[in-house]
């Protein structure tokens, strides 16, 4: 009688202990993929974003900004070292190079010196006309324009000679942070005649 008790009790144990077992396994699986779909749910929302100075809203993730977002920045880094007189271009390179990741900030640095050297030393005004944006690859913007710089001497304003110019901007963004990675002047290939 007692060997059949304890049996019987055996069987009750396995039983508890395979119930048990298998409870476990869908718990640890249920997890992981309640895991899984909480990170893949996180970092692909998406986030609708109007900018105070434009707008149109633009769409991004934790990842990348969508094409309008990407046209927003590259336009705003596009005015900071455009949009220039001899007191405001430390400012704005100040700004455009706050952007800049830090591996990558003196190649811009030196452009944007020699630019401001000129600009000082001249008394030149710049100013911008956009004409053409293209989205090259998610990231990288060319921005057609055509750049209108004057002189001051005084109270007399002397326009100068107005310049074609194309720009490619390669910028980043993940988790909210942009990142202006180049921003370099397309020269056109001449052509033999």
């Given at each position: 009688?007692k060997?059949?008790?304890?049996g019987?009790?055996?069987?009750?144990?396995?039983?508890?202990?395979?119930?048990?077992?298998?409870?476990?396994?869908?718990?640890?699986a249920?997890?992981?993929?309640t895991?899984?779909?909480a990170?893949?749910f996180?970092?692909t929302?998406?986030?609708?974003?109007?900018?105070?100075t434009?707008?149109?809203?633009?769409?991004?993730?934790?990842?990348?900004?969508?094409s309008t977002?990407?046209?927003?920045?590259?336009?705003?880094?596009?005015y900071?070292?455009?949009n220039?007189?001899?007191?405001?271009?430390?400012?704005?390179?100040?700004?455009l190079?706050g952007y800049?990741?830090?591996?990558?900030r003196?190649?811009?640095k030196?452009?944007?010196?020699?630019?401001?050297?000129?600009?000082?030393?001249?008394g030149i005004?710049?100013?911008?006309?956009?004409?053409?944006?293209?989205?090259?690859?998610?990231?990288?913007?060319?921005?057609?324009?055509?750049?209108?710089?004057?002189t001051?001497?005084?109270?007399?304003?002397?326009?100068?000679?107005?310049?074609d110019k194309?720009?490619?901007l390669?910028?980043?963004?993940?988790?909210?942070?942009?990142?202006?990675?180049?921003?370099?002047?397309l020269v056109?290939?001449?052509?033999?005649?």
């Amino acid at each position: 009688m007692k060997l059949r008790i304890k049996g019987e009790r055996d069987k009750y144990l396995r039983t508890a202990f395979i119930s048990l077992s298998a409870l476990s396994l869908l718990c640890v699986a249920g997890t992981v993929i309640t895991s899984s779909l909480a990170w893949h749910f996180a970092t692909t929302q998406k986030t609708i974003t109007t900018p105070m100075t434009y707008n149109h809203p633009f769409s991004s993730d934790a990842k990348s900004a969508d094409s309008t977002g990407m046209t927003m920045f590259a336009t705003s880094f596009l005015y900071w070292r455009l949009n220039v007189s001899p007191e405001s271009i430390d400012g704005n390179q100040k700004m455009l190079l706050g952007y800049v990741p830090a591996e990558r900030r003196d190649a811009l640095k030196k452009v944007l010196d020699v630019e401001a050297e000129r600009i000082k030393k001249g008394g030149i005004t710049t100013r911008f006309e956009l004409h053409d944006i293209r989205i090259v690859d998610p990231g990288t913007v060319d921005m057609s324009l055509t750049l209108y710089p004057s002189t001051t001497n005084g109270s007399i304003t002397t326009a100068l000679d107005s310049q074609d110019k194309t720009y490619r901007l390669n910028m980043s963004y993940e988790n909210g942070i942009i990142n202006l990675l180049d921003f370099s002047e397309l020269v056109p290939v001449a052509t033999p005649h």
